[in-house]
């Protein structure tokens, strides 16, 4: 068995993500890339980004909305790189859309993908755990929409809100293993992402394309739109041993937009 530490991120291939892993990386973990099979060039081309800075890496398919497919993710990472200690519950999806206008087939499909996710998760980190006999690490995916709801994006900040609950529950059950469960909050983050919300709101209020993330940003004390790295810093401090007191928080990254 390899005593270097194993990482799983979902949603790896690009974006947030990928910058996870690329931390996680440097910070010395080997990390399983999972990610939807057509993203598998994306994700391909983490796992070299990783393989060059000296660390092993595996590219693993898997939608995080299906059960089987988190379990069989965990143990691909656990038994490839030999070890498993840090599952980040990554991959989401936004919809951008009044409350009025959401219908059953989205709401199901974001729940499904946001928050059936972290739970699948928690459950398949939380067995690997126990079996290795791993004190682990269990880092998800809020949003500033985990802490307020954002108009139009009513039923992505439901699940957020649940991505925090579910944090907290968790890391309340799963203290007595020594595990940890902890969420980031990012606030606008220059990614795919964005470039979907601001094409909808768009479409929604009339702005020009980039009005609506201009204005976004503007909003941010520190001046500036949100980069992947920023949010990987915090990923990186909750993986690591520093945070071994830290437990059912979410932390905002969200260079200063909401304050409580
Ligand atoms: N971009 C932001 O401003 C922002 C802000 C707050 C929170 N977040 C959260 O951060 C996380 C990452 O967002 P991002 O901005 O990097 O998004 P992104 O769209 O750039 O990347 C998301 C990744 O998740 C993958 N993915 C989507 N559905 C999946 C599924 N069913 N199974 C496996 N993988 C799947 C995609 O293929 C993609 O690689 C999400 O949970 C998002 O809600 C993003």
Redesign the pocket.
Known sequence: MSSTKVALV??????????IALQLANDGFDVAV???S??EE??LGVVAEIEALGRKAIFVS?????RE?VVAAVSAAADTLGSFDVIV??????QVKPISEITEEELNKIF???VN?VVFGIQAAAAKFAELGVKGKII???????IQGFPILGA?SA??FA?RGITQVAAQELAPQGITVNA??????????????DERLSEINGKPRGQNLKENVDSISLGRI?T?ED?AGVVSFFASEKADYVTGQVLLV?GGMLYN
């Open positions: 979902t949603g790896a291939g690009q974006g947030i993500g990928r910058a999972a990610d939807l057509f993203q994306k994700a898997a939608d995080v909305s299906k497919d519950n990554n991959a989401g999806i936004a499904q993908i946001n996710s998800s995916a809020a949003s500033i929409a985990a992505y699940t957020k991505v980031y909050a990012p606030g606008i983050v220059g990614t795919g992402m964005w470039d979907l919300i949100e992947p949010v969200d």
